[in-house]
């Protein structure tokens, strides 16, 4: 839009001089971590005078991180596994239905992204007392499952209503059962926004830290909660080890998704 | 002759209804037990004394504290500053960025997605690093000699807000630029040929053509700001009690459920207060644009 105007130096150059500016400011917290994670000392220092491999250390050696990562990696690939096929039905569901059943369904669906999350933490704290499922990771898992469906759904709707149904009406009036009729003919030309909204879910739960601090516990904690109460308590290096490790994978991700959407 | 067909195409009908619908149970199902019912729960919580009568009392106590309405301006305070910083920053980066070729778009966009990915706890530490009394941005501006003593950055409002801002600015940068990336480029040559100024028709083409993306992303981070937990927390150091600040510490120091539920319905208002507002005004910014 800006070659409109081919002459107007001085905008284009504080527009993007602030651009900038706000991308350094969005990067900026998730980088400098990654020096003061080899820092040779216990104080936060600015750049690190020695360097060592002395949190990483500490990070694997622990057995109570060990435990939490542990367990988060156990949570983000259940999450997808219980929040995608759910979240898929639903969508399919709502497709069929009339626009005021289908509407009223997506609106209910979406409103765990809506709830504060520490209501849902406080409250969901109680239901899990009630189903004795306090610092399981059955219970961790019904909360970030729970807050996956929406992100899910989100993903997965416009695929679902854009999709040609009359290929599954087809394969119905072959005698395909619904079943064979989703899971061989939808189901595989769908499979990118399959991937998608699994990598959502998978991304909701590693992050989700409000839920885990109320209802996880003990060997189960998850990493955030855990991060959580030792940067509440006193500020370890050991979570610069953690944090550059987490942009590492995030990065990773970040360029898969990136050359995928090119190819 | 054609009745008992018909009447068994409707029973048919009927049959997928409820197929479809059971469908959709599942999750329905999920979301009752891990939103719905907690909600409620909190609902029916703010209305009980510890033994399980009903009462008021909760509210009466709540209304009349004066830390309730200290807790409930600092919450609208801190969404309403976070909404403000994320559009002036956000607009001028949504705008920049439509204004590129896709393809640098798309790689400089990579910077948005790698702290909207990253943990909120990653990100709240690399805050607490920069800016400590010793950290970086501190020591930057008295190497520059632009202040003299460290600045107080965290641990207050001040450090709250900028870690809110850093978490919401990307939610609110992704809607705005998918409106504005639809903008057809020729309304804003047409407005140049016509010798509107960048700055004008940036405020009467490209702004009102992206509202759409700018109310929606708007709402995101105002919703989310109000019930946020893990930033206060964090980088306000005890000193900033927004109220899901308030419910934890009524729950952690005086186990009084009844008192953290009744805060959790004020905040349940506060959302449903500000969603309402929000809708109706997309609702109208929808009409009037079909209007004319």
């Known amino acids: 839009m800006l070659d409109a105007y081919p002459d107007n130096r001085l905008g284009r150059f504080l527009l993007w001089l602030l651009a900038a500016l706000v991308l350094t400011f969005l990067v900026l917290p998730t980088l400098v971590v990654i020096p003061l994670s080899f820092s040779g000392s216990n104080l936060l220092e600015f750049p690190p005078r020695s360097l060592s491999l002395r949190w990483y250390e500490n990070f694997f050696g622990s057995g109570a991180w060990m435990a939490a990562l542990r367990t988060s990696i156990l949570l983000g690939v259940l999450t997808p596994m219980v929040a995608v096929p759910l979240g898929f039905l639903c969508c399919v569901g709502m497709n069929r239905l009339s626009g005021k059943a289908s509407r009223a369904i997506y609106g209910y669906v979406l409103m765990p992204s809506i709830l504060p999350g520490i209501l849902l933490a406080i409250g969901l704290f109680f239901v899990l007392a009630k189903m004795k499922l306090i610092g399981t990771v059955a219970g961790v898992l019904i909360g970030h499952a729970v807050l996956a469906i929406p992100v899910v759904v989100i993903v997965l709707a416009p695929a679902v209503n854009r999709f040609d149904w009359a290929q599954v009406m087809a394969a119905r009036s072959l005698g395909a059962g619904w079943f064979r009729g989703l899971a061989g003919i939808m189901v595989p030309q769908l499979r990118f926004s399959f991937l998608a909204a699994a990598l959502m879910a998978f991304l909701t739960s590693l992050d989700e830290a409000v839920i885990s601090i109320f209802v996880s516990g003990g060997a189960n904690s998850t990493l955030p909660k855990l991060m959580f109460l030792s940067l509440r308590d006193q500020i370890d290096p050991t979570i610069a080890a953690i944090s550059t490790l987490w942009t590492g994978f995030i990065i990773a991700i970040v360029l898969i998704v990136n050359t995928c959407q090119k190819s | 002759m054609n009745t008992p067909r018909s009447a068994q195409l409707m029973r048919d009908a009927r049959y997928e209804r409820i197929f479809f619908l059971s469908m959709s149970l599942p999750a329905m199902v999920l979301v009752g037990i891990g939103a719905l019912i907690p909600a409620a729960w909190i609902i029916q919580q703010s209305f009980q004394t510890l033994g399980g009568d009903f009462t008021l009392e909760n509210y009466a106590k709540l209304l009349s504290s004066s830390l309730t309405w200290r807790a409930l301006f600092v919450t609208i305070e801190l969404s309403a500053a976070t909404l403000g910083i994320c559009i002036v920053l956000g607009i001028p980066l949504a705008f920049a960025l439509a204004s590129t070729p896709p393809r640098i778009a798309n790689r400089l966009m990579m910077l948005i997605l790698l702290p909207l990915w990253t943990s909120i706890l990653v990100r709240t530490y690399g805050w607490l690093v920069l800016l400590r009394s010793d950290g970086l941005v501190n020591k930057t501006l008295i190497g520059s000699g632009i202040v003299s003593e460290p600045l107080p950055l965290i641990y207050n409002f001040t450090g709250t807000l900028i870690g809110m801002v850093h978490y919401m600015l990307p939610l609110f940068v992704l809607p705005t630029y998918a409106a504005m990336r639809d903008i057809d480029a020729n309304a804003v040559r047409a407005a140049a040929s016509m010798g509107a100024s960048l700055w004008h028709s940036f405020w009467t083409v490209i702004l009102p053509l992206s509202m759409g993306g700018i109310v929606s992303g708007g709402t995101i981070v105002f919703i989310y700001t109000l019930g946020f937990f893990i930033t206060p927390a964090i980088l306000g150091g005890g000193k900033v009690a927004p109220i899901a600040i ?9 186990q009084n459920w009844g008192a953290a539920s009744a805060l959790g319905v004020l905040l349940l208002v506060l959302v449903a207060i500000v969603a309402a507002t929000l809708f109706g005004a997309m609702r109208l910014l929808r009409r009037h644009r079909v209007g004319g």
């Open chain 2, 246 to 254: 308030r419910m934890e510490r009524t729950l952690s120091t005086f």
